[in-house]
């Protein structure tokens, strides 16, 4: 069931468009009137044609200090349970007067206590929609919400990131509080990680929303741009951040930067823009994942660019690929392999220099040449095939996210590494880019008139994500007490023994019956490990960037008896694993963890794929000891660890465990600076393009 709306809209002549999958036909509102719901006059508003919050650089004693706030505001905050009991004690009370209640009338109540809640923040207001957003999940759902969720719920409403543990339904919470929001009128995008998510949570909520008479959308890769401004213009639109941000860029570029009402109005009257934008404003966000997509992301700027004609020199790769080859590490170039950088050393490029004498062409100019040599050690070195990128079936060069798993279609690297990876692998080169714009996800998200987050790993990060997002972190607890189990680390010395531990342990589980989930971080070992488990007659199920056909399939079945399923981090997050017949008296789900990431929050994503909602299951991290962490990041206690496991033949389990979080300590604070460069290049590029008079 889809409700029309009648809300006027700000593009001239604009009429509704039609909600992917929904027969309604919304349209965009005035900032007038979503203003009156979600800004206060201390909300500045950016002077855009669509709402938006003001994007304001903060300087580094005021982050400071909204550090310390932030600090001081979370130790002070009431417990949670408060809230919880007070609204189990109404779902109870209440039960029989909302059961008696038609469903027009539900939906009618929960409009006007919606609109009532946002516009004034009344608690009393806010608790009367989440009892009647209850009730309309019950109905519509058949799944009547824990109070737990309903807290959550109006954490996300409030504004704020709801921190709940894996397996506490994070995917309902969010549909509870979208629900709720966008009753009130509001244009609500529901973010997360994957497209694969986007798109199967959408269609798990899609009978909530229909019964509130809501409009629901989904925006993935590949659609095309009626089809994204159609889901967008529905009253609730699930998408991935990456797709999002760019679906803005376009906007920007294609109205020229920054632009008012009135300018956008001239210049569709002048032919100047002949199609409105694809997004209608940024309102209101739930970011799904939120530690993933507002940190671990947010170290490299999403750039929007076109192809540009044929790359430059590139008939001069294949000799820098070459010339690469017999320089000496260490003596002639030094590696950094956690920021993935090369740096010629004076000794480096005394030799490059006396090898290219004659050369001609880009080898002639100093910078040139440095950046050639560079570009092709970090092709050779630091970025490795099954592991930072595939080749695909058409011989092309794809990217995949290592916080994911993922392939990201149609990215690149920029400055010609991509170029020189295809060159190494010798595929067709792709066409050089230029770039149209750029911007990060900390000036993006923070442009939303308000924003809120889920996730089940936030409490380490919550300083950065009060400075920089305006979002305070709360803790709720789980609706059951935890029943998983966690069994002790197996170390390795090295690799290979690493994985016929695993194999073996996979093997004698399988054997009994229980269902087993295996984590790699690349997928070179997640083919790696499938090998041996072939070798070993181990049935078995493999997902990663190469083998994502029938996920979802596979993913339903990981948790039967006697399934194993090898996955990367695309079975980290989101992944909901139902139990079989009989596999809680196995001892539920039994996940392995075969290399620790530098996240220490990606680890706990991956062990909370077991023991969800009271349910039993067992997990246990089988690593080796030359593992790209400690190499990466283990710094001298690694190195010490080395040398006395050569002296002594083992390394005691407590020292590495010490070494581990040692080096994922390390690895968070490089990529913290990293965030806050990238925070400060691209506020500084801003500027710049302020001059100019085309801002973003």
């Given at each position: 069931?889809?409700?029309?709306?009648?809300?006027?809209?700000?593009?001239?002549?604009?009429?509704?468009?039609?909600?992917?999958?929904?027969s309604?036909?919304?349209?965009?509102?005035?900032?007038?009137?979503?203003s009156?719901?979600?800004?206060?006059?201390?909300?500045?508003?950016?002077?855009?044609?669509f709402?938006?919050?003001e994007?304001?650089?903060?300087?580094?004693?005021?982050?400071?200090?909204?550090?310390?706030?932030?600090?001081t505001?979370?130790?002070?905050?009431?417990?949670?349970?408060?809230?919880?009991?007070?609204?189990?004690?109404?779902m109870?009370?209440?039960?029989?007067?909302?059961?008696?209640?038609?469903?027009?009338?539900?939906?009618?109540?929960?409009?006007?206590?919606?609109?009532?809640?946002?516009?004034?923040?009344?608690?009393?207001?806010?608790?009367?929609?989440?009892?009647?957003?209850?009730?309309?999940?019950?109905?519509?759902?058949?799944?009547?919400?824990?109070?737990?969720?309903?807290?959550?719920?109006?954490?996300?409403?409030?504004?704020?990131?709801?921190?709940?543990?894996?397996?506490?339904?994070?995917?309902?919470?969010?549909?509870?509080?979208?629900?709720?929001?966008?009753?009130a009128?509001?244009?609500?995008?529901?973010?997360?990680?994957?497209?694969?998510?986007?798109?199967?949570?959408?269609e798990k909520?899609?009978?909530?929303?229909?019964?509130?008479?809501?409009?629901?959308?989904?925006?993935?890769?590949?659609?095309?741009?009626?089809?994204?401004?159609?889901?967008?213009?529905?009253?609730?639109?699930?998408?991935?951040?990456?797709?999002?941000?760019?679906?803005?860029?376009?906007?920007?570029?294609?109205q020229?930067?920054?632009?008012?009402v009135?300018?956008?109005?001239?210049?569709?009257?002048?032919?100047?823009?002949?199609?409105?934008?694809?997004?209608?404003?940024?309102?209101?966000?739930?970011?799904?994942?939120?530690?993933?997509i507002?940190?671990?992301?947010?170290?490299?700027?999403?750039i929007?660019?076109?192809?540009?004609?044929?790359?430059?020199?590139?008939?001069?790769?294949?000799?820098?690929?070459?010339?690469?080859?017999?320089?000496?590490?260490?003596?002639?170039?030094?590696?950094?392999?956690?920021r993935?950088?090369v740096?010629?050393?004076?000794a480096?490029?005394?030799k490059?220099?006396?090898?290219t004498?004659?050369?001609?062409g880009?080898?002639?100019?100093?910078?040139?040449?440095?950046?050639l040599?560079?570009?092709?050690?970090?092709?050779?070195?630091?970025?490795?095939?099954?592991?930072?990128?595939?080749?695909?079936?058409?011989?092309?060069?794809?990217?995949?996210?290592?916080?994911?798993g993922?392939?990201?279609?149609?990215?690149?690297w920029?400055?010609g590494?991509?170029?020189?990876?295809?060159?190494?692998?010798?595929?067709?080169?792709?066409?050089r880019?230029?770039?149209?714009?750029r911007?990060?996800?900390?000036?993006?998200?923070?442009?939303?008139?308000?924003?809120?987050?889920?996730?089940?790993?936030?409490r380490?990060?919550?300083?950065?994500?009060?400075?920089?997002?305006?979002?305070d972190?709360v803790?709720?607890?789980?609706?059951?007490?935890?029943?998983?189990?966690?069994?002790?680390?197996?170390v390795?010395?090295?690799?290979?023994?690493k994985?016929?531990?695993?194999?073996?342990?996979?093997?004698?589980?399988?054997?009994?019956?229980?269902?087993?989930?295996?984590?790699?971080?690349?997928?070179?070992?997640?083919?790696?490990?499938?090998e041996?488990?072939?070798?070993?007659?181990?049935?078995?199920?493999?997902?990663?960037?190469?083998?994502?056909a029938?996920e979802?399939?596979?993913?339903?079945?990981?948790g039967?008896?006697g399934?194993v399923?090898?996955?990367?981090?695309?079975?980290?997050?989101?992944?909901?694993?139902?139990?079989?017949e009989?596999?809680?008296?196995?001892?539920?789900?039994?996940?392995?963890?075969?290399?620790?990431?530098?996240?220490?929050?990606?680890?706990?994503?991956?062990?909370?794929?077991?023991?969800?909602?009271?349910?039993?299951?067992?997990?246990?991290?089988?690593?080796?000891?030359?593992?790209?962490?400690?190499?990466?990041?283990?710094?001298v206690s690694?190195?010490?660890?080395?040398?006395?496991?050569?002296?002594?033949?083992?390394?005691p389990?407590?020292?590495?465990?010490?070494?581990?979080?040692?080096?994922?300590?390390?690895?968070?604070?490089?990529?913290?600076?990293?965030?806050?460069?990238?925070?400060?290049?691209?506020?500084?590029?801003?500027?710049?393009?302020?001059?100019?008079?085309?801002?973003?």
């Open positions: 069931m889809c409700a029309s709306s009648t809300r006027p809209s700000p593009w001239p002549g604009a009429g509704g468009a039609p909600c992917g999958g929904c309604c036909r919304t349209s965009t509102p005035e900032r007038s009137a979503v009156t719901v979600l800004t206060t006059p201390a909300l500045p508003l950016a002077r855009t044609a709402p938006e919050r994007d304001k650089a903060v300087h580094l004693a005021d982050q400071w200090a909204l550090g310390v706030l932030a600090d505001r979370r130790g002070l905050a009431p417990s949670p349970a408060r809230e919880i009991a007070e609204l189990g004690r109404l109870a009370q209440r039960a029989e007067e909302l059961a008696a209640l038609d469903d027009t009338t539900v939906v009618a109540r929960l409009r006007a206590a919606a609109t009532t809640a946002l516009q004034g923040g009344h608690r009393a207001a806010l608790h009367e929609a989440l009892l009647l957003v209850a009730e309309a999940a019950g109905r519509a759902l058949g799944m009547r919400p824990y109070p737990t969720q309903l807290v959550g719920a109006a954490t996300l409403v409030r504004g704020r990131l709801a921190e709940m543990q894996t397996g506490e339904g994070k995917t309902l919470t969010a549909g509870l509080a979208a629900c709720l929001v966008a009753s009128g509001v244009p609500v995008h529901v973010v997360t990680v994957n497209d694969y998510l986007a798109e199967r949570d959408a909520q899609a009978p909530l929303f229909g019964f509130a008479g809501l409009s629901v959308g989904v925006v993935i890769h590949g659609k095309a741009p009626e089809e994204k401004r159609a889901a967008y213009a529905c009253d609730i639109a699930y998408c991935t951040g990456k797709e999002m941000v760019f679906d803005y860029l376009r906007d920007r570029v294609a020229g930067g920054r632009a008012s009135a300018q956008l109005r001239g210049r569709q009257l002048f032919g100047a823009l002949p199609t409105p934008p694809v997004l209608r404003g940024l309102h209101y966000a739930i970011v799904d994942e939120a530690d993933s507002l940190i671990d992301e947010a170290r490299t700027p999403l929007l660019a076109v192809k540009a004609g044929p790359v430059d020199n590139a008939d001069e790769l294949p000799r820098a690929l070459s010339l690469a080859t017999t320089l000496v590490p260490d003596d002639d170039y030094l590696i950094d392999e956690s993935r950088d740096r010629l050393t004076r480096g490029r005394d490059v220099t006396a090898a004498t004659g050369w001609g880009p080898w002639r100019a100093f910078h040139v040449r440095e950046h040599m560079t570009q092709a050690l970090r092709a050779q070195r630091l970025f490795l095939r099954d592991q930072h990128y595939l080749i695909d079936s058409e011989g092309a060069v794809q990217i995949i996210d290592e916080y994911t993922r392939v990201l279609p149609g990215r690149t920029e400055q590494l991509h170029q020189m990876i295809e060159c190494k692998e010798g595929v067709t080169l792709s066409e880019t230029q770039t149209l714009a911007i990060t996800y900390q000036r993006f998200f923070a442009r939303y008139l308000r924003l809120s987050g889920m996730s089940g790993t936030a380490e990060m919550a300083r950065e994500l009060s400075v920089v997002y305006r979002l972190t803790t709720l607890p789980t609706h059951r007490p935890s029943a998983r189990r966690y069994l002790p680390d197996v390795c010395r090295d690799r290979d023994e994985w016929q531990t695993v194999a073996e342990e996979v093997a004698r589980r399988q054997a009994r019956g229980q269902p087993v989930l295996i984590g790699t971080r690349s997928v070179e070992a997640s083919e790696a490990l499938s041996r488990l072939h070798a070993m007659g181990v049935p078995h199920a493999v997902i990663n960037a190469r083998q994502d029938g979802a399939d596979v993913v339903a079945q990981a039967q008896r399934a399923t090898v996955a990367t981090n695309m079975a980290g997050r989101g992944t909901d694993i139902s139990l079989g009989g596999v809680e008296a196995l001892g539920g789900l039994f996940v392995v963890l075969t290399e620790y990431h530098e996240s220490p929050r990606i680890d706990r994503q991956l062990l909370g794929r077991c023991a969800r909602q009271g349910q039993p299951g067992e997990c246990v991290a089988i690593t080796a000891i030359d593992d790209d962490l400690y190499t990466q990041h283990g710094g690694y190195r010490a660890l080395v040398r006395w496991q050569q002296l002594q033949g083992t390394v389990a407590v020292w590495m465990s010490a070494c581990r979080r040692a080096a994922q300590a390390r690895a968070e604070r490089m990529h913290a600076r990293t965030r806050r460069d990238t925070l400060r290049q691209d506020r500084e590029l801003e500027q710049s393009m302020g001059f100019s008079g085309d801002p973003l």
